[in-house]
């Protein structure tokens, strides 16, 4: 017992990389790549390892500049490592790269607070929707979101925390390497850390900290050996095209809208679950005292009030009123760009989690905030009991829509859905404080195991990418080249193939009549809604397989057409 006491950090830290471990890095490899970012970086740095060309990107054979190229390095690294192009090669670094930020998160904290403190912070970003579902896909979102949150961590440390001068060097050195991170990853989106920490340095009265000689040329030198020679290099093979698509890429007047606002911030509310619910209320009862604390620091323009106010505050206050900074400062870019970077949106998890960890402590170990966390806790949980009973009994009709399949999954489900956040309402009315806490814990696992693979096959199946899998995969097979005659370019089908891909959108006839007479043994892919139209073009062609939106054609020949008309049979015959 002396001995757990004693290294209670150990305990803490290996119970959340068991937890981390089983959310992230299970059933990996059980589901193909997901349409449309996942299996267009995978396809970008499977070219990169068979050209063995890592700067100049192509993306079915085009020259691709539309992200930065860390991502792609570091999955080709993973591809080298494990000795094959594999999903799970691709997928397995940001899973482990996802636990490290977790155990960074823990560490940093317990250093600034208390053990229980950060374990609970940890375990609810590590928990949370957001987290699980986009840790199993190897796109740059999690890379993004957990280098930009070490970076926050590491600003961390140096406001809250006395270092002698050489470790405050260091974390300075760290937390420009972070960024530089976010830079390979995101493009000017890495800036975003660097903003939040100069704010930061601004509400503690500490600005000066920044511009310190050695902290600036630091700064300079870690970014100039990091970022330069990719983007030097780039320039000078694509020259003013990447110049303009790299600026493009991050105007405001693409993205921004009500529409895309408000879908952002469900996606938000989504992946924060569950503990989106508490986090609300926490915000909603303190938004007016957020904004005082605001008004009254905008008021005081002295620098050294400001360190004087500063130094008056709790350490829990510093930590509580930094993460309220990088929230909000966080939500202005999911304002003006909404759903369009997912990345933005997982970053707000990150503060959000540690200011819903402050009042579960305060409910958990000081016996406070019980109002609080039982609303809070109360409502997400009858959701998820009326979901779970309207699945158990409306079953039968929702699998006429889409569910068909997956019947094994109706149960697991319900219990899920029913047994747990019943368990979590009465620990919460029973004043069990420890017991509804671990009720969400158990709750994301749960649903971890049955996400993955069968929540992704699920998309995978009902989006119709499973269909252009399998005739990627026939037309690799029966070496022919394959064409798709598809409203938008689908990579899955890149990737599959292992080969370039003709796309053409499917309003052009002219071109799809053309190319089957003149590409008489290519096959086509196009939508079965599609096939009506291609008919009133009076294009002939030869059916050689159909799924459930997808289909597969080819030039009907000759021989086939004239024997067709001989017995009368109907234009179009399945080989």
Request: glycine residues 4%.
């Amino acid at each position: 017992m002396n001995y757990i006491k004693n290294h209670t950090t150990i305990l803490y830290s290996m119970i959340l990389l068991f937890i981390c471990f089983c959310l992230y890095c299970i059933n990996l490899g059980e589901f193909p790549l997901i349409d449309y970012d996942e299996t267009k970086y995978v396809l970008i740095a499977k070219d990169a390892i068979n050209s063995s060309n890592w700067i100049n990107l192509k993306l079915n054979g085009e020259t691709f500049f539309g992200t930065p190229p860390l991502l792609f390095w570091i999955i080709n690294i993973s591809f080298l490592i494990f000795g094959k192009i594999s999903t799970f090669a691709a997928r397995i670094p940001i899973a482990i790269y996802c636990i490290i930020g977790i155990l960074s998160l823990f560490l940093t904290v317990s250093k600034i607070l208390t053990r229980t403190y950060a374990l609970i912070i940890s375990l609810i970003l590590a928990t949370c929707f957001g987290f699980i579902v986009f840790s199993h896909l190897a796109t740059n979102d999690m890379l993004y979101t957990i280098s930009a949150m070490m970076a926050i961590l590491l600003s961390y440390l140096i406001l809250l925390t006395k270092m002698q001068s050489r470790n405050n060097l260091y974390l300075w050195i760290l937390i420009y390497f972070f960024s530089g991170i976010c830079i390979l990853t995101a493009g000017l989106f890495g800036f975003l850390p660097i903003l939040i920490m100069i704010i930061m340095h601004i509400f503690a009265g500490k600005l000066i900290n920044i511009f310190k000689p050695a902290n600036i040329i630091a700064g300079i030198i870690i970014m100039t050996i990091m970022i330069a020679p990719w983007f030097i290099f780039t320039v000078k093979s694509n020259g003013f095209e990447f110049i303009k698509e790299f600026i493009s890429a991050y105007s405001i007047f693409k993205y921004i809208g009500i529409k895309k606002f408000l879908l952002g911030i469900v996606l938000f509310i989504l992946g924060f679950m569950p503990w989106t619910c508490a986090f609300l209320w926490i915000i909603g009862s303190r938004f007016k005292d957020i904004c005082n604390s605001v008004i009254s620091y905008i008021k005081d323009d002295s620098q050294d009030k400001l360190g004087e106010k500063w130094r008056r505050l709790s350490k829990t206050d510093k930590f509580l009123s930094l993460n309220t900074i990088v929230f909000f400062t966080s939500l202005i870019f999911v304002i003006l760009y909404g759903s369009k970077y997912i990345y933005l949106i997982l970053f707000l998890m990150f503060p959000a989690a540690c200011i819903s960890g402050h009042y579960w402590y305060e409910y958990i170990v000081r016996k406070q905030r019980d109002k609080s966390i039982f609303f809070a806790t109360i409502l997400p949980n009858i959701l998820f009991i009326i979901f779970s009973i309207l699945l158990l009994f409306g079953h039968s009709y929702i699998n006429k829509l889409s569910i068909y399949g997956y019947n094994h999954l109706i149960i697991p489900v319900v219990i899920v859905f029913f047994l747990i956040p019943l368990i979590s309402i009465f620990s919460v009315i029973l004043k069990g404080r420890t017991c509804a806490f671990i009720a969400n814990l158990i709750l994301m696992i749960s649903l971890s195991f049955i996400i993955t693979p069968n929540g992704y096959n699920f998309i995978v199946t009902n989006s119709g990418e499973g269909d252009l899998i399998k005739f990627a995969r026939k037309a690799h097979e029966d070496k022919v080249n394959l064409s798709a005659f598809l409203p938008s370019k689908k990579y899955s089908l890149v990737y599959y193939y292992d080969g370039n891909i003709d796309f053409h959108k499917d309003n052009d006839y002219k071109w799809l009549k053309n190319f089957l007479q003149q590409n008489q043994n290519d096959y086509v892919i196009v939508e079965i809604k599609a096939l009506w139209a291609i008919e009133d073009q009076e294009i002939k062609y030869m059916l050689l397989a159909s799924e459930k939106r997808y289909c597969l054609i080819k030039h009907l020949p000759k021989v086939v057409e004239q024997q067709m008309e001989q017995e009368e049979e109907p234009e179009v015959i399945i080989q």
